[in-house]
């Protein structure tokens, strides 16, 4: 795993240590000794991790994650805050704060690779689907971060099964506000997709005792798991176990006796972290499918259609597909509406007539706006009487009912032309030919159909080479 570290420590002795072992693990290095160089080697830089020290000459830590955390491009940046005391106070004050763990100096090597590794995974996890961190600000886009409760769906995984007792009971008290579940081990490997998908996995040490760390890529790979944290509870002054859960999966790993407040303040950012990728998640999914829409009618626009032709040409090519048939369809006489009436009348009308030719497709036909008042119906498995049939039922279905003008009681009717074409045997050209060939034969149709009065149906043929 590759990654660039700002350490940042006003003593240079620790400094080199840490670059010592960071560089070790093929890890690059970038280095400050106060807290102004820290800010803007984060700013200009903008790493990947940060290991700050507690007590700096200028800045403590404290307003330094302050700081990180109130700027658009540093607020993700993942802050390892360790301090030579180990005071409960510093360390909550630093997770109220952003940090996203707080150690106590000497520090323990194999539990500080281990918590790397880990915010290292989970900003990889986020980083395929953002933006690059500068952008927004550079865009004078950027927004102040998100203030809200995160209310995630919890699964307890303890040895009392559904009962809420010892570790269990003080989970609840822990989280008040969450979705607690108690369930053991097998009810957790054996939990249905469908019905519950957990936002938090959490695992009393008991279980541990009892199967081992193994449970950790166990849970996390079965399928209602996916995405899911997980965070592992563990009795005190294990780190070197603790550092091998970390690097097994799991997110966070509390240790015994369970310090409530630090452990909501714990659970309570994995949540934020987690709800907050699946947001940018489902956000970018939206993008993905704005970008193959047509904003206007919601059918698919010829960008997605000629991806889709493409995989079609493959499946024909191969002989998988045996027939796919392709009607482009012109809405007959269009401009006389948008003359007469209006583009706003007719943006209504090309809905109407979009969601009446939808409605009488098969769910495998691909409907697409093609550009202006002209669509395309790819149809894979189709043979010619069967494609002639659903354009005999197109043009029933547009010019059959009347349209509504908004404003006037008017009634519009509408007529649409379709040229069909159809392959029908092995097709033997390069995939951009399939789509220019049977577009261009459908479209030769459609002429046909207008020169012949139009609301009409015209068929042409290709024949493979």
């Given amino acids: 795993m590759s990654g660039r570290i700002l350490i940042v420590d006003d003593l240079s002795i620790n400094r080199t240590i840490l670059r010592a072992k960071l560089q070790a693990a093929c890890y690059d290095c970038l280095m400050a000794d106060c807290g102004e160089k820290a800010l803007s080697l984060a700013q200009n830089e903008i790493p990947d991790l940060i290991l700050l020290d507690y007590r700096l000459p200028d800045i403590d830590g404290i307003d330094i994650c302050k700081a990180l955390r109130a700027n658009p491009v540093t607020r993700n940046i993942p802050i390892l805050l360790f301090s030579a005391t180990a005071d409960r106070q510093q360390r909550l004050t630093a997770l109220q704060v952003g940090a996203d763990d707080f150690l106590s100096k000497p520090l323990d090597e194999s539990y ?254 691909i409907l697409a706006r093609y550009g202006g008042e002209e669509f395309v119906v790819v149809m894979p498995g189709a043979d010619l009487m069967a494609a002639r049939r659903v354009a005999l039922r197109l043009c029933k279905a547009v010019h059959t009912n009347s349209y509504a003008i908004a404003g006037s009681s008017e009634a519009l009717h509408l007529s649409v032309s379709i040229g069909v074409a159809v392959q029908h045997a092995a097709f033997q050209g390069g995939m951009s030919d399939f789509a220019k060939t049977i577009v261009g034969q459908a479209d030769d149709a459609l002429r046909a159909a207008k020169d012949g009065g139009r609301n009409r149906v015209v068929t042409g043929q290709i024949v493979a080479a």
Avoid: W
């Fill in 112 to 365: 500080l690779m281990g918590r790397i590794r880990s915010l290292l995974r989970a900003r990889d996890q986020r980083a395929p689907n953002t933006l690059p961190s500068a952008l927004p600000a550079v865009a004078g886009m950027a927004e102040q971060a998100p203030c809200f409760t995160p209310q995630g769906n919890i699964i307890v995984i303890c040895d009392c099964g559904a009962t809420h007792t010892g570790t269990c009971a003080d989970l609840h008290a822990v989280m008040p506000d969450m979705r607690c579940t108690c369930l053991s081990l097998q009810q957790a490997l054996r939990l249905n997709a469908e019905t519950m998908r957990p936002d938090l996995f959490l695992v009393t040490p008991d279980v541990i005792t009892q199967r081992g760390l193994q449970i950790i890529p166990d849970l996390l790979s079965r399928n209602q798991a996916r995405g899911a944290e997980l965070c592992i509870m563990l009795p005190e002054k294990q780190e070197l176990l603790g550092a091998m859960a970390l690097d097994l999966g799991a997110r966070e790993v509390l240790y015994l006796p369970l310090d409530v407040q630090e452990a909501q303040l714990r659970l309570t950012k994995i949540l934020h972290q987690k709800l907050q990728r699946d947001a940018m998640q489902r956000a970018f999914e939206t993008q993905l499918d704005q970008a193959v829409r047509d904003p206007l009618t919601g059918l698919f626009n010829r960008r997605y259609l000629g991806a889709r032709m493409s995989e079609i040409a493959v499946n024909l090519k191969s002989g998988s597909l045996s027939h796919c048939a392709v009607l482009v369809i012109d809405l007959d006489h269009f401009k006389a509406v948008n003359d007469r009436f209006g583009h706003n009348v007719g943006d209504d009308v090309l809905t109407e007539v979009s969601r009446r030719l939808r409605a009488s497709l098969r769910n495998t036909d």
